[in-house]
C-alpha cells in the first residue's frame, strides 16, 4: 500500500505534516479530510532506492547531449502530449511513447527522467521540476495547477497554444532578420576582396604614371591599406563589442542599463517593448486562467520577462499586491522608467555622443505600458476576466509587433541598396577619375 506525505490545517489555523497509508489518493484525502483537517498539499512519499537497486537501475537509452531543449522541439512534445491525454491515456503511457519516438538529446533525456520518477511515486510536476533544462518554472507550475484542478488535458492545451504563439513570434521576427544579416555579411565580404585585391592592382598603375590624384581616390587608397594591414579588426571590433556587452550584463546595473537603452533606442526600441509586453502579458495571462495564484504568476512572468525593466515592473507590481493593492494602478505607477547611468552610458556610447544623451532625456517620459494597458487591465479586474484582458492585451500587441516588422523589412531592403551602392559607386569613381586624367593628359 503506497504512503502519502501530507501537509494540512487543522481547525485552529495551525500546519500539520504527517504521512498516511491508503490504497490512493482520494481515498488518502477522504481520511485526513475524516481526522479534521484540511489537505494544503498531498503526494506520494518515495521510497528510498537500495544500494543494489541504484547499481543494477536502468541507464539505457540516455544519450550524451549539450544545452537544454529547443523551443521549437518543445512545442511539439507539449502539442503531442495534449493530444495523448484529451485521447484518455495514462500519463506515464503517453510520456514513454512520446519518449519512444524522440530523436535522442536533451527532450529524450529529460523525459526518461521524468518516467523514472512518476514510477517511484512522484507526480508529474515535480517530475518535471527536477529537469530545468527542458521544463521552466512556468511550464511546471500550470502542470502543477491542472493536476490540482484536475484538468490536466485543459492546462497541456492551453500551454500548447502558449508556446505556439510565441514560437511562431519568435520565427517571424528571425526570419526578417535574415534577409538583412545575410546581405550585409556578403556586401563587407565583396567589399573587403576589393579593397584587398583589385584597388592595390590600381595603386601600381596610378604609382607608374606618377600623377597627382583626387582626394577621394588618396581616401580609397588609405582605406584599402588599413583593410591589408588590418583586416583582422572587421571581425575583431563587432565581437569586441558583443564581448563588452555580455560582460557588463553580468552584473545587475549594466544589464538595467542596457535593457533601457534597447527599450529606447530608435526604430528598433519600439518592436523590442511591444514584443515584451505581448510575451509577458501572454504569460501573465496563460498562468491566471489555469489557476495559478496571482502572486506566483507575477513571479514566473518576472522570470521569464527576459528584460530587466520589466522585471523590475513586475516585482514592484508584485510587492503592490502584497500589500493589498489591485494590479492595474501599481502597473501604472511604476512603468515610467527612471533615469540610469549606465542606460545613458550606452547612448553616449552608440547613438553619436552629446546628442545620444539628448535624445535619452527627451524618452524618459515615455511609460513601457501605455494607458490602454493599463485600462484593459483594470476592467479585467472589475469584471473578474483579467485572462480574457491580457489575451486581448498580447494579440494585439502580437499584430503590432507583426506590422511593424514588416514595415522594417520594407524600409530596410532600399536602404541596403542604397547603402551598398554608394560603397559600390565610391569605389568606381575613385578608381576611374584618375585614369581618366592620364587618358586625357596623354592624348
Not at 481515498?27 to 484540511?38: D, H, K, L, N, V
Not at 519512444?100 to 520518477?117: R, T
Not at 514566473?300 to 520577462?305: C, L, M, N, Q, S
Not at 511604476?334 to 550606452?346: D, G, I, L
Amino acid at each position: 500500500m503506497p504512503t502519502f506525505q501530507f501537509e494540512a490545517m487543522d481547525a485552529t489555523g495551525q500546519e500539520i505534516k504527517d504521512v498516511i497509508e491508503a490504497p490512493s489518493q482520494d481515498e488518502a484525502q477522504a481520511t485526513i479530510r475524516q481526522m479534521g483537517y484540511f489537505v494544503t498539499k498531498l503526494s506520494v512519499k518515495k521510497a528510498r532506492k537500495t544500494a543494489g537497486e541504484k547499481k543494477g537501475a536502468k541507464k539505457t537509452g540516455k544519450t550524451f547531449a549539450l544545452g537544454g531543449v529547443k523551443s521549437k522541439a518543445l512545442c511539439t512534445f507539449t502539442r503531442q502530449l495534449s493530444i495523448l491525454q484529451d485521447a484518455g491515456l495514462p500519463i506515464l503511457r503517453s510520456l514513454k511513447v512520446l519518449e519512444q519516438q524522440s530523436n535522442p538529446g536533451a527532450l529524450k533525456n529529460s523525459l526518461i527522467d521524468v518516467c523514472e520518477e512518476i514510477e517511484s511515486g512522484a507526480t508529474l510536476s515535480e517530475a518535471m521540476s527536477k529537469c530545468p533544462k527542458a521544463f521552466n518554472r512556468l511550464y511546471v507550475n500550470m502542470i502543477k495547477a491542472g493536476e490540482a484542478g484536475g484538468a490536466l488535458e485543459v492546462i497541456l492545451k492551453r500551454l500548447a497554444e502558449f508556446q505556439e504563439r510565441s514560437e511562431a513570434l519568435r520565427r517571424k521576427i528571425k526570419g526578417a532578420l535574415v534577409y538583412p544579416i545575410t546581405v550585409v555579411t556578403f556586401a563587407v565580404g565583396i567589399l573587403v576582396f576589393i579593397m584587398a585585391r583589385i584597388v592595390p592592382s590600381f595603386i601600381e598603375i596610378f604609382e607608374d604614371f606618377d600623377a597627382e590624384l583626387p582626394a577621394m581616390t588618396v581616401l580609397l587608397i588609405q582605406i584599402s591599406d588599413f583593410v591589408v594591414v588590418y583586416w583582422w579588426t572587421i571581425p575583431a571590433v563587432p565581437f569586441a563589442f558583443w564581448l563588452f556587452i555580455k560582460l557588463l550584463r553580468k552584473f545587475s546595473p549594466g544589464r538595467v542599463g542596457f535593457d533601457q537603452f534597447l527599450l529606447k533606442m530608435p526604430i528598433f526600441g519600439q518592436l523590442v517593448e511591444k514584443n515584451t509586453v505581448a510575451r509577458t502579458m501572454r504569460t501573465l495571462g496563460t498562468l491566471v486562467a489555469s489557476g495559478v495564484p496571482i502572486l506566483e504568476a507575477l513571479h514566473i512572468t518576472k522570470e521569464t520577462a527576459g528584460n530587466a525593466v520589466f522585471e523590475n515592473l513586475y516585482q514592484k507590481v508584485y510587492e503592490s499586491i502584497r500589500e493589498g493593492e489591485s494590479i492595474a494602478a501599481p502597473l501604472k505607477e511604476h512603468s515610467r522608467v527612471a533615469f540610469h547611468p549606465m542606460a545613458a552610458f550606452f547612448w553616449f556610447l552608440f547613438i553619436a555622443g552629446p546628442i545620444g544623451l539628448l535624445l535619452y532625456m527627451t524618452k524618459l517620459h515615455k511609460r513601457v505600458l501605455d494607458d490602454m494597458v493599463v485600462n484593459m487591465v483594470d476592467v479585467g479586474e472589475e469584471t473578474g476576466e483579467l485572462d480574457t484582458m491580457l489575451y486581448k492585451v498580447a494579440d494585439t500587441f502580437d499584430d503590432e509587433v507583426a506590422v511593424i516588422t514588416e514595415s522594417l523589412m520594407s524600409l530596410m531592403e532600399p536602404l541596403l541598396i542604397i547603402g551598398l551602392g554608394g560603397a559600390v559607386g565610391f569605389i568606381v569613381i575613385a578608381l576611374f577619375m584618375p585614369l581618366i586624367s592620364l587618358i586625357q593628359t596623354l592624348t
